[in-house]
Nanobody, 125 residues
Framework: QVQLVESGGGLVQAGGSATLSCVASEQNLRNYDMAWFRQVPGKEREFVAVIRWSTGSTYYGDSVKGRFSISRDNADNSMYLRMNVLKSEDTAVYYC??????????????????WGQGTQVTVSS
């Protein structure tokens, strides 16, 4: 069982930046993909970004490509999402997720086994 705890977020002005953090209880994440998803009321959870822990390879959703950056820190089992040039449409609850590594990186929320509690990001225009 992997426990995930997010932090960061809050209220940010449009055009600004914010960083989300996620700490995993699992000490050895090399067999996992770690991802960020986001969700607004009434909509399905949307893929934001994923990082393959073993290689550091990353992949982004189209709506955040070029603005968001996902990274990891092996030393403390932490993952980060740096969000730049924030827009009002980025307003959502952001979730950290972990999936046991498959051949392909997963971008569907149903493929992820472990989830954090979520952290709200509100972008004011």
């Amino acid at each position: 069982q992997v426990q995930l705890v997010e932090s960061g977020g809050g209220l940010v002005q449009a055009g600004g930046s914010a960083t989300l953090s996620c700490v995993a209880s699992e000490q050895n994440l090399r067999n996992y993909d770690m991802a960020w998803f986001r969700q607004v009321p009434g909509k399905e959870r949307e893929f934001v970004a994923v990082i393959r822990w073993s290689t550091g390879s990353t992949y982004y959703g189209d709506s955040v490509k070029g603005r968001f950056s996902i990274s990891r820190d092996n030393a403390d089992n932490s993952m980060y999402l740096r969000m730049n040039v924030l827009k009002s449409e980025d307003t959502a609850v952001y979730y950290c997720a972990a999936s046991r590594q498959n051949f392909y990186v997963e971008t569907t929320h149903r493929e992820y086994q472990y989830w954090g509690q979520g952290t709200q990001v509100t972008v004011s225009s």
